[in-house]
Each structure stands twice: as C-alpha cells, then as structure tokens.
DNA sequence: ACTAACATGTGAAATACTTCACAAGAAGTA
DNA sequence: TACTTCTTGTGAAGTATTTCACATGTTAGT
C-alpha cells in the first residue's frame, strides 16, 4: 500500500491519535517560537504527557517525518500536522447564538489561531441583531439558511439554548453545511453526512468531582 | 469480591465509561422530565448514539441497577450516578480571570445544575476588580492563596492567558486546592495529588476539520 | 574509520475496551 | 401453571489501542 499522503489515510485513525496530533501542533508551536530546529519523539512525549513510543506510533499513521538519531524537524512536522489536520487554510465559520458562550467565542484566539475565521454571526434577540461584536453585525436567524449560504459558511459553531438547538441545525443542514460544533447541552439529529461534534463543558468538572470522590488514580503519566 | 457500593469501585474504571456516565445522568433528567418511570439500556443507548451492551456493561462496573424484563427506575438511576460522579453534593468552585471565557462561564447553567456553585471571581484587572458579576465581587488575585482557603474553595476553573496560568495554578495548588479546570491553552504542572483537566474547545473543530478533510468515516453510530 | 550515544519506525506483544450471546429473572396473558 | 416477551448482568470473544523492543540509521567525537 502507498504511503498516506495523497487522498487521506487509508487505515482508519482513532479519534485519539486526532485529538493527539492537535496537541503535538501545540506543542510544536511552542517549540518553534523557543527556536528548537528539531524535537525527539522523547521531548514531545514529556511536554504533552504521553509515551514516546505513542508519539511516534501517532506520527507513523501519516508517514515518516523524523530521522534516525535527530529526531523531528519542528517547523516541518508543525506544516505536516496542519496539513493532516486541514488547518492550513482558513474555514468559513458562523456563530449562531451571541449569549454567553457565543460572546466568548467571538474573541477566543484559539478559533482563529488555527484557521477557523468567524465571519457571521446569527441570534433571535431584536436587541441584538444589527449590534455589532468585533466588527461583525449580528444577522437575523430568520434568514438562517440562505445567509449561511451566501457567505459560503462551512462550519457552524452552535451556541443557543437547547431548546431551540435542533431547529437551527435542520435550518443548518438545508443550508449544506457538513461541520457542526454544538455547546448546546442536548444531542441532535443530523444526517449521516454531516459532521457534529458537541463540547460538554460540565463534563470535565464530572470528572474531577468522579476522581475527588472516588480517589479515582488517573492514567499513569510519564 | 463486593459491590462497589462502599468505598468506590475495585476495579479502575475508564475515563470513557466516567464520561458516559455524564452522558446518561443528563439522558436520564431528561427521561425523568418526560414522566419516564424506567428505561431500558436499549432506550438510554438510542439517546447517546451508544450499543445497548455498552449501557449496561458501563453500569455494572458500579453495581446491578435495573430489573431484568423492566430496565432501568429513571429516578433512582439519576441518584446512584449523581452518587458515583460526586455530583450529589455542593462543589464550591472559584474562577479566575473573569475575561471573555470566565465571564461567560459565570452565568453557565450546567455547572450549577451539576452542583458546581461558583462562589468566587478572581482577576488581576484593577477596573474588574470589586465590580460585581451575577452577585459576587470579583477579588484581587494578590490575595489568591489566602482567599482561595477562607473560602474553602475545592475546584478552580483557571480561565486566565496561558502566559500567566502557570503562576495562578502554583498558588492554588499552595492554597491546598485538588481539582483545577483548565481552559488556558498550555500544560500546567502540577503536584501527583493534584487532579488537572484542560478543556481546549479549538480541539473539536480541529476534529472536525480533519474529518471533512479525509473524508473520515466516524466510528459507527447505531 | 571506528565507536558511542541517540532516536526513528514498526512488527509483535500486551492491555484495554467494546460487543456478543445467553442464562436467568420479571411481567403479562390465558 | 404454562407460555411468551422483554430485558438485565456478565463471562467470553472480538477489536482496538498502547507499549515493547529492536533493527536500522544518524551524528558527533576521537
């Protein structure tokens, strides 16, 4: 079989290893602005809390990016991650709900540090709509699905209350969007071929209270 | 060997079986709002996108719950997971940096559902600090460890710049504190006994971008 | 040129996690 | 009571993921 670099992996990735090479881009990032010119699979490891042999095995899935007693190009692998990641290009996103968490969003310098450009912005509330959130007006979700596509949105950050989550995503799906990234605390229906990921900020805190109160031994940690 | 009804579980239990178990205490509030009386796994897996097999198996870990033939008594189910994840009970949490995402999370519903009752503001901003939010009077963070104690505070949510969160999470790991959320995008350092979690929202879309990017076939959903 | 120290990439082994499949219990019907 | 339907709880089987361990290759020092 032919290495992964053209038309995707062939194998089929875990969803950790994905979440892994994010963290690797982050690390790399940050050796790159301390000017280290490459980085072991050892250091890596030790930075983000993993094994080297996991460092290398996640890496491996995509090609072989590193050489034998040096280690790995950072500025290079960062590059290669971001390709693999698809973050070495700018995604069209739409907010929808500017409340509290959308307002947040709005300014979260990670969205665009890795390409993810919120160019819309949509809610319900008369008092909000025409305002403006740095720089962007907020738009009437009434015209949901043909502003999202007029403005060419291909990812749909979903912030409104549960209660009306499911109708703004059928409203989102009629539009053709195929990425969408749900705060909303419910879990909704979409078609097979669109992609949805919910962020659960409660459930990290479940955790911790879990391991408090269960003196629950994390994974071990190199 | 005995139930895990006493002194938590023997076995160690997965991170993924923990974050189910949030999954199915918020399926179950909702079954409990629909006048559900009992719910089969077959019903609760349909709720999740999970198997049936996986319900179950994840609970057994904890102890036998449901009636063979019925399933599930909702209401009970909701009180032995609240039990299991520690959410029975009151956390008294303090947040710090009150910016774009600490404002945000002040007014998050599902923190206080679950029994995370943020009862302290913290920042270094003299125009924030003393201002009040949803009732409290954020406090100066130069008196982080001393307040951090008279409050009794047993969770911090560090919502600060990741060039600063290292300083914050020293302190409050001075301040005798076990669990820390983490929403700066950086790895903290902190003691073994210390339970630490990062929240890193932009790891999502990153997902969700590797997968519109590679054409990525979810892990089946039935 | 030789040696020692490093470090990758990867089959194979070890673990961990999920799903299967079924014995056994419960409830309803007749 | 007998029979049918439903559903749990759980060993065992099946997958998936992680870690090991080492052949192979690079670099630097002498």
């Known amino acids: 079989m032919q290495s992964s670099q053209a038309g995707g992996p062939k194998k089929r990735i875990s969803e950790s290893t994905i979440h892994r090479l994010s963290l690797y881009y982050r690390a790399l990032s940050l050796l790159e602005k301390e000017n280290y010119e490459t980085v072991s699979s050892k250091e890596l490891a030790k930075r983000e809390k993993l094994t080297p042999a996991q460092v290398r095995k996640d890496l491996s899935f995509f090609g072989s990016f590193g050489t034998r007693g040096l280690g790995y190009p950072v500025t290079e692998l960062k590059k290669r991650i971001a390709t693999i990641l698809g973050i070495d290009r700018v995604w069209r996103v739409a907010l929808i709900g500017v409340g509290n968490i959308g307002s947040a969003l709005v300014s979260y ?26 720089g962007m007006i907020v738009s009437d979700i009434a015209n949901l699905e043909q502003e999202l ?9 979903v912030a409104v209350p549960a209660t009306v989550a499911q109708y703004i995503v059928d409203d989102v799906v009629r539009a053709g969007v195929k990425a969408i990234l749900n ?13 949805l990921r919910n962020e659960n900020m409660a459930m990290e805190l479940e955790y911790l209270s879990f391991a408090m109160v269960n003196n629950h031994t994390p994974k071990r940690v190199k």
């Open 183 to 195: 705060f909303a605390p419910i879990n909704l229906r979409v078609p097979e071929d669109v992609y």
């Open 109 to 134: 310098k990670e969205f665009a540090k890795q390409g993810f450009h919120i160019v819309k912005l949509f809610d319900n509330d008369q008092r909000k709509i025409g305002s403006n959130h740095k």
């Open 149 to 157: 596509t007029e403005a060419r949105i291909e990812v749909v950050v």
